[in-house]
């Protein structure tokens, strides 16, 4: 190891350091998506995971990482390339079509002051037709990235009652979100 002694040569060696980590063109840096999700009952849960696992066919190369709402800090919200938001739809409080609780305190209360501008996002909202504002969660989430100057970069997808049945629908969402992300991010396929 070779020492330093001039401090003037040291910091030169430490922005050296840090540029070469900086430098490192975009087309072989490694893409990550991080979705953040909110299940209760395990029907978005299963939606992601359906999800995960056809992205890991599609890009094997991204990392992709997945954090429940409720283990969220506001910041985290900015990690990855591309963000993703999952929740239901909640009829809490007697008041229908509402995100599911961990999502509302997570963007509502935590996350209310976060600025995505700029941030490459997609939603996933589920809901249940026996009501009246089916997957409003799909709005909710919406209304968030825009609000919070996120640049939505395809059409939520929306899951209606069960999830059970509809990965074929959740897989054909997860070949345009890739889609989407490569043409956001300037990518070659």
Request: proline letters at 4%; a negative charge.
């Amino acid at each position: 190891m070779t020492k330093v002694d001039r401090p003037e040569a040291q910091g030169q060696l430490m922005d050296n350091t840090a540029n070469a980590v900086g430098d490192v063109p975009d087309s072989i840096r490694r893409r990550s998506l991080h979705i953040v999700f909110a299940s209760t009952s395990g029907h978005t849960e299963y939606v992601v995971d359906t999800l995960i696992d056809s992205l890991k066919g599609m890009v094997p190369a991204w990392e992709i990482e997945e954090t429940m709402a409720e283990k969220t800090q506001p910041q985290d919200l900015l990690r990855g390339d591309v963000l993703v938001l999952a929740s239901a739809t909640w009829n809490t409080g007697s008041i229908e079509g509402q995100l599911n609780p961990h999502m509302w305190v997570l963007l509502q209360e935590k996350a209310k002051n976060l600025d995505l501008t700029g941030k490459p996002c997609a939603c996933i909202g589920l809901g249940d037709d026996r009501y009246f504002y089916t997957a409003r969660a799909a709005d909710r989430l919406q209304h968030y990235v825009e609000t919070h100057h996120g640049q939505l970069i395809l059409p939520t997808l929306s899951i209606i009652n069960e999830p059970y049945g509809q990965e074929e629908t959740v897989r054909a969402w997860g070949k345009q979100l890739v889609d989407a992300s490569v043409q956001v991010l300037g990518l070659k396929r």
